[in-house]
Nanobody, 124 residues
Framework: QVKLVETGGGLVQVGGSLRLSCAVS????????MGWFRQAPGKEREFVVA????????RYADSVKGRFTISRDNAKNTVYLQMNNLKPEDTAVYYC?????????????????WGQGTQVTISS
């Protein structure tokens, strides 16, 4: 059984930065494509970014390109999401997800395993 635990959320001002972490246990991280999704109140869960097993490929939502950076450390079984120049519309619960494939996937229903989420709030 794969377990994902997100940390690093919080309250920051517009233009600030946060770094989210997703610790994976139960299986080796290198088996999975990893993604970050987010869900704002009253909205559907949306794709943010994904990264393949060896970090060879990443894919970003247009809304975060140039501001967010995903990375992974397979030795530490951890995935990171560096978020810079944060905007009020980035406010959401951020979820880490995993799927046992080498493909880059952007649909939430493609992912098998999910964390509990971490709240990110951007104040203006």
């Amino acid at each position: 059984q794969v377990k994902l635990v997100e940390t690093g959320g919080g309250l920051v001002q517009v233009g600030g930065s946060l770094r989210l972490s997703c610790a994976v246990s139960g299986r080796t991280l290198s088996s999975y494509t990893m993604g970050w999704f987010r869900q704002a109140p009253g909205k559907e869960r949306e794709f943010v970014v994904a990264i393949t097993r060896t970090s060879s490929t990443t894919r970003y939502a247009d809304s975060v390109k140039g501001r967010f950076t995903i990375s992974r450390d397979n030795a530490k079984n951890t995935v990171y999401l560096q978020m810079n120049n944060l905007k009020p519309e980035d406010t959401a619960v951020y979820y880490c997800a995993a799927v046992g494939t080498g493909l880059i996937l952007a649909r939430w229903d493609d992912y098998n395993y999910w964390g509990q989420g971490t709240q990110v709030t951007i104040s203006s």
